[in-house]
């Protein structure tokens, strides 16, 4: 069963004040935070609210050490069409540098450092700075209904929410450039067989645990110190050479093994028994 339903809170920037905010929703099973983008009749499109409001909640996710995953899916029939066009065009709505710069940035920023796992569901479609939010996770699984949407040329933007770096390195530039300027949709099949996402699971029925939110509860359970410390490894690694990069691994493996979870894994593994790993 699910539990402890928390309303997030929102810090508006520049100032301390705290508010409620209903556009996402925030659960924490065990040890596993459950994030819902909650603007169904607008496809969970980005609104300001919403974005800080995901930004806070990443924020206590981070700072929760009992929280040692993380799972991110929409409400309704979209995982999310990316900037609320009606909000760009409204007269007291942020402007585009506003947007980037204080919405999907750091978004995309906190799901990359927390040394947690992030883990998507695409519930169903992701377009714009829906899409490259979710390309940003450590482990992406989409439902079979799925699609993804890099929307932007179609307004005449460019990716944002760090699809230019993100999506080459995972299908190549010359995917990536056709994606990006067509505009077209993939279905989540194509995006499995591109190396877009992970894997494409069959969508839950009758409240059934489907296999994305199996993966997230199985990695909340792992060692979590070592899963932080591979997110570390493989974000140098897009800019290191292969020097820099054998010595980044010997420096985190050295971290890696002075935790508790390490000496934890090797014991169980010799007595034969199922470790249990505190994430320490
Ligand atoms: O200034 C800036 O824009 C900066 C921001 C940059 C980052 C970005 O994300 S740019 C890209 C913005 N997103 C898009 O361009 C996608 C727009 N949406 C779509 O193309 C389509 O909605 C979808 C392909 C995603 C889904 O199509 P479909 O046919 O399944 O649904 P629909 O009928 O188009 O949408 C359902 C409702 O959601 C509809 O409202 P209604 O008619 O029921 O009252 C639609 O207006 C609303 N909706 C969908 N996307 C957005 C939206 N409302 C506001 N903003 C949206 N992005």
Redesign the pocket.
């Known amino acids: 069963m699910l539990h402890n339903l928390i309303l997030a809170k929102i810090a508006l920037s520049g100032n301390k004040e705290k508010m409620s905010s209903d556009t996402i929703q925030f659960k924490i099973k065990d040890h596993l935070a459950i994030i819902h983008l909650n603007r169904p009749?607008?496809?969970n499109?980005?609104n300001r609210e919403m974005a800080l409001a995901l930004q806070e909640t990443l924020q206590s996710c981070d700072e929760n050490e009992d929280i040692r995953a993380i799972y991110l899916t929409g409400n309704g029939?979209?995982f999310?069409?990316?900037?609320?066009?009606?909000?760009?065009v409204s007269e007291d709505g942020p402007?585009?540098t506003t947007?980037?710069a204080e919405?999907?940035n750091p978004v995309i920023t906190q799901i990359r450092s927390i040394e947690k796992p992030v883990i998507c569901f695409v519930n169903?479609?992701?377009?714009?700075?829906?899409?490259?939010i979710a390309l940003a996770c450590d482990v992406v699984f989409a439902s079979e209904n799925a699609?993804f949407?890099q929307?932007?040329s179609?307004?005449g933007?460019i990716?944002?929410?760090g699809g230019t770096y993100t999506l080459p390195r995972l299908i190549g530039w010359q995917k990536a450039s056709a994606l990006m300027m067509l505009g077209d949709?993939i279905s989540a099949g194509e995006a499995e067989r591109m190396g877009m996402i992970y894997k494409v699971v069959s969508a839950s029925e009758n409240g059934d645990v489907n296999e994305a939110v199996a993966s997230a509860m199985k990695l909340s359970e792992m060692p979590t110190v070592g899963l932080g410390l591979t997110k570390r490894a493989l974000n140098s690694s897009f800019t290191n050479s292969m020097g820099e990069q054998l010595m980044v691994e010997e420096k985190l493996q050295t971290l890696a093994g002075s935790t508790a979870d390490y000496e934890e894994g090797v014991n169980a593994f010799l007595q034969k028994r199922k470790p249990e790993f505190k994430g320490r």
């Open positions: 009749d607008v496809l499109s980005f029939r979209a999310c069409a990316g900037q609320d066009l009606e909000e760009v402007d585009l947007i980037v919405h999907y169903g479609v992701a377009a714009g700075a829906g899409a490259n699609s949407i929307a932007f179609k307004i933007l990716p944002d929410s949709k």
